[in-house]
Antibody, heavy 119, light 107 residues
Framework: QVQLQESGPGLVKPSETLSLTCNVS????????WTWIRQPPGKGLEWIGY???????NYNPSLKSRVTISVDTSKNQFSLNLNSVTAADTAVYYC?????????????WGQGTLVTVSS | DIQMTQSPSSLSASVGDRVTITCRAS??????LNWYQQKPGKAPKFLIY???TLQSGVPSRFSGSGSGTDFTLTISSLEPEDYATYFC?????????FGQGTKLEIK
């Protein structure tokens, strides 16, 4: 059973960079797309972007100028960097695996980690 | 971006009731429509893909239908564990977008 676990600081100062890592266990990171999704408190879900194990990426245009997703296949993990954060970036951040059947659903999810942007 | 609109935003129902949630896309998405269930403090759980195909292990009381722009999620007979928030998600084109959610509450 594939398991994902997010890690990183729970508090980030405004204008700084939010950095999170997702560790994948129970399966190889290879041959799948890996994604980040966020959910502001009490609100809906926003897709941030995904990375293929080979390194190719696709970002949400609303965040594209501030987002970088990278992958480390040797460690079976992938990461999110979001720069120039504001209070609007406060959210629970989830990592997830995109299915590889072509239907593009988020099949496995991490438990999520709350990141608060505040000075 | 493709906008996804769910209705209703919230719904009260009793155990045993039949419940239907609607999801509408702002443009054609064929059957690239997925459904998730989220309970408080938990990550969403994937339920249905391709509008009507149940993920393995999802109870058969859940069903999905629709194509094009209009979709429904139906729970044929509510169980206590079904009280949650449900989200639809289009996977026709990136950026992938979600509906705002439908909160299903106990009546």
């Amino acid at each position: 059973q594939v398991q994902l676990q997010e890690s990183g600081p729970g508090l980030v100062k405004p204008s700084e960079t939010l950095s999170l890592t997702c560790n994948v266990s129970g399966g190889s990171i290879s041959t799948f797309h890996w994604t980040w999704i966020r959910q502001p408190p009490g609100k809906g879900l926003e897709w941030i972007g995904y990375i293929y194990y080979s390194g190719s990426t696709n970002y949400n245009p609303s965040l594209k100028s501030r987002v970088t997703i990278s992958v480390d296949t040797s460690k079976n993990q992938f990461s999110l960097n979001l720069n120039s954060v504001t209070a609007a970036d406060t959210a629970v951040y989830y990592c997830a695996r995109l299915d590889n059947s072509g239907w593009n659903y988020f099949e496995y999810w991490g438990q999520g980690t709350l990141v608060t942007v505040s000075s | 971006d493709i906008q996804m609109t769910q209705s209703p935003s919230s719904l009260s129902a009793s155990v045993g009731d039949r419940v239907t949630i609607t999801c509408r896309a702002s443009q054609y998405i064929s059957t690239y429509l997925n459904w998730y269930q989220q309970k408080p403090g938990k990550a969403p759980k994937f339920l249905i893909y391709a509008a009507s195909t149940l993920q393995s292990g999802v109870p058969s009381r859940f069903s999905g239908s629709g194509s094009g722009t209009d979709f429904t999620l139906t729970i044929s007979s509510l169980e206590p564990e079904d009280y949650a928030t449900y989200f639809c998600q289009q996977s026709y084109s990136a950026p992938y977008t979600f509906g705002q959610g439908t909160k299903l509450e106990i009546k």
